[in-house]
C-alpha cells in the first residue's frame, strides 16, 4: 500500500506499519477527546485551529501520543506530521480514523471494517447504519441542562459515560494494535 508522504516517513524513521498508522490513529483520537462530539468538517477545522492559535498545545498532543507507548525509535511532532485534513470519518462503525492512503480515499478505519464493507456491498445491502453504530450522537442531548434539570443531567452523566467507554475501548484497540495481544 502506498502511504502519504507524512506517515511513509515516520515508517522510514524505523516504526512498523501498523505501528506508525496506530500513532497516527491515536492523535486522532486524542485530538476527538479534546473536540468533543464533532462532525468530519467541524473537527478538521478544530484541528486546524488548534495548530493555528495553539501550536504549543498542538505539538504537545502529537508528543503525548508519541510517549504514551513505547515505540522503537523516538518520535515526536518535529518528525510525526499531521495533518487535519486527512482526518475522515469511518463508513462501517464512524469512528474518527487518519487516513494514511495516498490516495486518501479510505472508506474504513481498519481491515476488519473493510471485511464487512465489502460484505455489505457484495450483499446488495448498505453497511451499518451509522445511526445504530455510534448512537451516542443521535440522541437528542441537552449539553448545557439547566441546574435544575435533573432529568438532562442524567441524560448527560450518562452520554458522557458513553463516551469515556468509547474512547477507552478505542484507545484499549490501538494498544492491542501496537502490542498484537
Ligand atoms: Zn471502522
Known sequence: MAYVKEVQSVIDAGVSEEIAIALYDLITAEF????????T?????????????ELAFFR???DGACAKYPLPVELNWRKVIFK????????????????VSRNGRSLTCSKQCAR????????GGTAIDPRYSRQVQEI????????????????LDEV?????QRLYQQDMELMRRLYSF
Request: charge should be negative; charged fraction near 35%; include cysteine.
Open 116 to 123: 464487512n464493507y465489502r460484505n455489505y456491498t457484495r450483499t
Open 84 to 99: 487535519p485534513k486527512r482526518v475522515t470519518r469511518c463508513e462501517v462503525c464512524m469512528n474518527y480514523f487518519y487516513d
Open 32 to 39: 476527538e477527546y479534546i473536540a468533543e462530539h464533532p462532525e
Open 41 to 53: 468538517e467541524q473537527f478538521r477545522s478544530r484541528i486546524a485551529s488548534i495548530r493555528k492559535h
Open 160 to 164: 458522557e459515560e458513553a463516551e469515556q
Open 140 to 155: 437528542p442531548v441537552d449539553f448545557s441542562p439547566d441546574s435544575d434539570d435533573e432529568f438532562g443531567h442524567a441524560m
Open 60 to 62: 504537545s498532543i502529537i
